[in-house]
């Protein structure tokens, strides 16, 4: 469990509570002494992910686990870094209190932290999630990330923007079932 104040990976468990299928942990981090609270494994089977079509499902982690790794391929990332993010997106979500949650606030979650971990891995993620109505408002975006003191990374977004941006915007529907 990683601290969410100071980011390090060692606590102690102070309080421990199970109920049905929720662990919540109290812990302490051992380097920063401060305190958090995490909800642990069981508790995302019973959170129910609003779609944006209204259906419910349940909160799949190997499906975030998937668009994570596929956001983050390639890029020098720590190992664990996916790990961490999705632990803390668990945590975040558990901390909510909700039942049901929007799936877009599941995303603005994600992004958040992407935001923070690697641009382009940021924006490979926005792209697939946002309903970006046009180019321009994707350039927008990206061109709001762009560090200007940092021409290096500037060239790889570019880049990344003409290769892997998808024209038409259009996101694949899903199959409805008869
Ligand atoms: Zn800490």
Excluded: H
Excluded at 24 to 33: F, H, P, Q
Excluded at 75 to 85: A, D, N, T
Excluded at 92 to 109: D, H, K, P
């Amino acid at each position: 469990m990683f601290c969410p104040f100071c980011n390090d990976n060692d606590s102690k468990v102070i309080d421990s509570r199970d109920s049905g299928d929720t662990i919540r942990r109290r812990r302490e981090c051992l380097m920063c002494g401060l305190r958090f609270t995490t909800y642990e494994k069981v508790q995302t089977r019973a959170l129910l992910v609003i779609k944006r079509d209204g259906r419910r499902e349940d909160f799949n982690r190997e499906k975030l686990w998937a668009s994570l790794r596929s956001a983050c391929a390639k890029r020098p990332l720590p190992i664990g870094s996916i790990e961490k993010v999705i632990v803390e997106i668990e945590t975040a979500l558990a901390n909510t209190g909700r039942a049901e949650i929007g799936s877009r606030l599941i995303g603005e979650f994600v992004m958040d932290k992407l935001k923070g971990l690697d641009r382009v891995a940021y924006m490979r993620f926005a792209s697939v999630y946002r309903d970006f109505r046009d180019i321009e408002s994707f350039k927008e975006e990206a061109e709001a990330l762009l560090d200007p003191e940092d021409p290096v990374e500037e060239s790889s977004q570019l880049s990344f923007l003409e290769d892997e941006v998808p024209i038409n915007g259009k996101r694949r529907k899903a199959k409805k079932r008869a």
